[in-house]
């Protein structure tokens, strides 16, 4: 059993920046890929970024390639996403997920345990 909090949420102006993070509480927290995922009001659920149980490997939705970057703390037990130029687009409740097989990271589906997520606004 993997428990996650996100924290870092928030209003931001376009072009601002900030720094979401995700504390995990439970067993063998370094074994799980992770991935944020985001919803917006009235949208579907999409996929954000992932990163692989070591940190080798990230991915990204192509809507926030070069401006996104997540990474993780097997140490902290904490995956962070840093998010600049942000964009009001990018307004929504952002949600970290967990993945013991760690495979189809865009999918969410394949996530075993979610968040209750953190909302950010980015205004115009």
């Known amino acids: 059993q993997v428990q996650l909090v996100e924290s870092g949420g928030g209003l931001v102006q376009a072009g601002g920046s900030l720094r979401l993070s995700c504390a995990a509480s439970?067993?063998?927290?370094?074994?799980?890929?992770m991935g944020w995922f985001r919803r917006a009001p009235g949208k579907e659920r999409e996929f954000v970024a992932a990163i692989t149980w070591s940190g080798g490997n990230t991915y990204y939705a192509d809507s926030v390639k070069g401006r996104f970057t997540i990474s993780r703390d097997n140490a902290k037990n904490t995956v962070y996403l840093q998010m600049n130029s942000l964009k009001p687009e990018d307004t929504a409740v952002y949600y970290c997920?967990?993945?013991?097989?760690?495979?189809?990271?865009?999918?969410?589906?394949?996530?075993?345990?979610w968040g209750q997520g953190t909302q950010v606004t980015v205004s115009s």
């Open positions: 997920a967990a993945d013991r097989q760690g495979v189809e990271l865009g999918y969410a589906y394949r996530y075993d345990y």
């Open positions: 439970g067993r063998a927290f370094s074994s799980y890929a």
